[in-house]
């Protein structure tokens, strides 16, 4: 009984999940781990019989793998002799988010290469139709072979533009997979964006909210809503900088009053790697501050109306207030 004791003590701080059960099939113990992450599904589990209990996780992803209390979880067994074994879990769920994000990023660098390979492929046509008439029209006039010299300088100055988009589309791919996630206090990485550029017209009005996130991408991320907002912002106005807490969400709203972009432009403004506004960098950076929201957890929207200028909104889950720094 006290060797019981001794390992059911080891088991309720394991990192893992643990179940032990008997040689009769029933749960014995749960360790504090599987009971955070299970919560009411493995309430009253000590006394059922594992197969039972088994049956009410239907979240079962694939094999021995399972979605619980917003974790995937890998289940193991490990025999206690005559004593029955343990049925252990794993939190596995950075992994499969990462094999999500792979997945996600393979599929965008498809459909980024099949758009570069089309988007290059014209330009160099060009290129080597006004170079087939410098080199072989030698008695053009002059102001033809400067109008065929300026064309082709005109296509290769729109490849380099494509190649330039596409480079900081596949580093932002790379990068994903390597956010460092920390408790933090997103009003912080807000104010510090908005004092960079603090000789700029900003009305600035924030809220302190904690996020689980990656603060130089959040920055990143902030930053680029920002400089959009100051591009189209009038010459007499202001740009809105709001973070407020709503519905347990931190929700970020961006906005100028400069004109509304047409509406074929508002549709295609996070399509990937496709120019909205003529500028080259802005067409990818948005298309990145997206998908940075996406990959915490969150989303970014843009909504542009008359006499009210346009509006990108950030939302990102908060942390609970255990998860909070105790320091903060």
Avoid at 44 to 59: A, E, F, N, S, Y
Avoid at 140 to 161: D, I, L, N, P, S
Avoid at 251 to 267: F, H, W, Y
Avoid at 300 to 315: I, R
Wanted: overall charge negative.
């Amino acid at each position: 009984m006290n060797r019981n004791h001794t390992l059911t003590s080891i088991l309720d701080v394991l990192p893992l999940g643990v179940a032990w059960v008997d040689t009769t099939d029933r749960i014995t113990f749960i360790n504090h781990t599987l009971a955070e992450w299970g919560g009411p599904t493995t309430q009253g589990w000590v006394g059922q019989t594992w197969d039972r209990c088994w049956r009410t996780l239907d979240g079962t992803v694939e094999g021995e793998e399972l979605a619980l209390g917003g974790r995937y979880l890998r289940r193991r067994q490990a025999p206690l002799a005559d004593e029955g074994r343990l049925e252990i879990f794993e939190d596995i769920t950075a992994l499969r988010d990462c094999e999500d994000g792979l997945r996600e990023m393979f599929i965008v660098w498809d459909e980024a290469s099949a758009f570069h390979a089309h988007e290059l492929r014209n330009p160099l046509t060009a290129i080597l139709g006004f170079g087939t008439l410098l080199r072989d029209r030698a008695t053009a006039t002059e102001e033809k072979r400067r109008e065929w010299a300026a064309r082709t300088v005109e296509k290769a100055q729109t490849m380099r533009e494509s190649i330039e988009v596409y480079s900081t589309a596949s580093r932002f791919l790379a990068e994903r997979h390597r956010f460092q996630r920390l408790a933090l206090n997103l009003a912080q990485v807000v104010e510090d964006v908005v004092r960079d550029v603090a000789d700029h017209n900003i009305a600035l009005f924030s809220t302190p909210c904690w996020v689980n996130g990656d603060a130089d991408r959040l920055r990143r991320l902030v930053r680029i809503l920002v400089a959009h907002a100051l591009s189209h912002a009038s010459h007499v106005s202001r740009v809105q900088v709001r973070l407020t807490v709503e519905e347990g969400q931190a929700v970020l709203r961006v906005g100028d009053s400069g004109q509304p972009l047409p509406a074929e432009a508002q549709a295609a403004i996070f399509e990937p790697l496709r120019p909205h506004n003529g500028t080259p960098g802005s067409r990818v950076d948005l298309t990145i501050a997206r998908g940075l929201a996406s990959a915490h957890g969150g989303t970014l929207e843009f909504a542009s109306l008359p006499e009210q200028g346009n509006t990108f909104t950030l939302t990102l889950p908060v942390l609970s207030d255990e998860d909070i720094p105790t320091n903060s």
